[in-house]
T-cell receptor
Framework: AQTVTQSQPEMSVQEAETVTLSCTYD???????LFWYKQPPSRQMILVIR??????QNATENRFSVNFQKAAKSFSLKISDSQLGDAAMYFC?????????????FGAGTRLTVKP | EAGVAQSPRYKIIEKRQSVAFWCNPI?????LYWYQQILGQGPKLLIQ????????DSQLPKDRFSAERLKGVDSTLKIQPAKLEDSAVYLC??????????????FGQGTRLTVV
């Protein structure tokens, strides 16, 4: 079974600085999808960025980018120019292409604090 | 586009009572998920529907939890009888039918259940 590990329960960053959140996963599949979701206090999970495993190019979305290392099974999220609104729980998730097993598998999350 | 709707947002019940949660997915989304998120943890899949059929309910405690998705649209999740350890946020999510494309899950705001 696929597992997702986030080894940083909490992280903090100064406003306008850059922070990197770590994520590793375990899988025997060669093709899959990876996601970072943000969960603010409102509890709504919001997609931040996604990556297809067969693509070597790292995904970017404005201030958010990933460092995808397939061989190392690592998928870190970099937030540049951090803003107060970035403060939230961040979850890394794995999704299998298997039709019968394609739910999102989440890590335990990293709580990000942004200091003004 | 309307998002995933869930109700109620909060519920407090005594142990051994029953409770039901409702979810209305995004229009046209054939796949619906119920996740349980215990405080400090990532969401854990309880059940996945494809239209009105169950794809995966391997982690659903079937002695007390039940779920249905009549007509392949709205879904209800029921707990009867509730235990203290059922205190959690229950998240509903939906996505387009997976056909090899990169699809994400869209989440509702969840129902926070407290069992006392």
């Amino acid at each position: 079974a696929q597992t997702v590990t986030q080894s940083q329960p909490e992280m903090s960053v100064q406003e306008a600085e850059t922070v990197t959140l770590s994520c590793t996963y375990d899988t025997s599949e060669s093709d899959y999808y990876l996601f970072w979701y943000k969960q603010p206090p409102s509890r709504q999970m919001i997609l931040v960025i996604r990556q297809e495993a067969y693509k070597q190019q790292n995904a970017t979305e404005n201030r958010f980018s990933v460092n995808f290392q397939k061989a190392a099974k690592s998928f870190s999220l970099k937030i540049s120019d951090s803003q107060l609104g970035d403060a939230a729980m961040y979850f890394c998730a794995y999704r299998s292409p298997d039709y019968n097993n394609n739910d999102m598998r989440f890590g335990a999350g990293t709580r990000l604090t942004v200091k003004p | 586009e309307a998002g995933v709707a869930q109700s109620p947002r909060y519920k407090i019940i005594e142990k051994r009572q029953s409770v039901a949660f409702w979810c209305n997915p995004i229009s046209g989304h054939a796949t619906l998920y119920w996740y349980q998120q215990i405080l400090g943890q990532g969401p854990k899949l309880l059940i996945q529907f494809q239209n009105n059929g169950v794809v995966d309910d391997s982690q659903l405690p079937k002695d007390r939890f039940s779920a249905e998705r009549l007509k392949g649209v709205d879904s209800t999740l029921k707990i009867q009888p509730a235990k203290l350890e059922d205190s959690a946020v229950y998240l509903c999510a939906s996505s387009l039918r997976w056909e090899g494309a990169l699809t994400e899950a869209f989440f509702g705001q969840g129902t926070r259940l407290t069992v006392v």
